[in-house]
């Protein structure tokens, strides 16, 4: 009974989900722009996609850009465990990750949705901006994407949403995420989130700090 009653629920959230995804479409009407040649095919296969996080509508408006159908997104756990959310997102494409404790299963549950052919989408910041300043961004995404062996691909969202206008999202070349014999694979990943933090500037044409270089687009 219980699992009846858990399918009918999944049903009626995953209705739900759309007619909200269609809202979004018609009061935002999302747009990719491509920066180079290798960023759309990628985002229809295994690949960890991340992005700046503006508001807490990027976790429902970006995968419905990307493809929600092939996308699963990271939420914080703090947020998937409320309990007026935690039945809308087991229910959806929508997985958690711990931002306070040392918990690796988040990993795990990334590298299996890779492995079904799935692309992977983390906020590295970790949570919103605060008057539009990009927040340091966190390893773990570079982590999840050597493991996997696959691509990671940065996604710029718009400064500012705009009502009923065309909002931009741009999407940039991807790049890989690999060690050399010798090297930390933690300062790999660290170095590889500081980059990819400049990449994201670089497509929001956000100034870069005074000590970082313009971003080398490796292609995978």
């Not at 996609?49 to 850009?65: C, E, R």
């Not at 988040?106 to 901006?129: H, M, N």
Request: net charge positive; glycine share 8%; charged share 25%.
């Amino acid at each position: 009974m219980k699992t009846v009653l858990s399918a009918i629920g999944g049903a009626f959230v995953r209705f739900g989900f759309s007619l909200l995804c269609l809202w979004l479409r018609i009061l935002y009407r999302p747009r990719l722009q491509f920066e180079g040649e290798h960023g759309k095919e990628l985002l229809r296969g295994p690949a960890v996609v991340i992005s700046n996080h503006k508001t807490h509508i990027d976790g429902g408006l970006l995968p419905l850009a990307l493809g929600r159908r092939h996308i699963v997104t990271f939420v914080a756990r703090d947020w998937y465990e409320k309990k007026q959310f935690r039945h809308f997102f087991r229910h959806l494409p929508y997985m958690p990750m711990d931002r306070k404790e040392m918990d690796t299963a988040w990993l795990e549950q990334g590298l299996s949705a890779l492995d079904r052919g799935k692309a992977v989408l983390i906020f590295p910041e970790g949570r919103t901006e605060k008057e539009g300043v990009l927040n340091p961004f966190h390893p773990g995404f570079a982590l999840l994407a050597r493991r996997a062996n696959v691509p990671v691909v940065p996604v710029a969202l718009p400064t500012a949403y705009r009502k009923f206008r065309r909002n931009i999202i741009k999407v940039g070349e991807p790049f890989a995420v690999s060690t050399e014999k010798g090297q930390r694979a933690s300062l790999v990943c660290r170095a590889a989130a500081a980059d990819a933090e400049n990449r994201i500037r670089h497509l929001t044409g956000e100034p870069l700090p005074a000590t970082a270089q313009t971003p080398v687009m490796i292609s995978k």
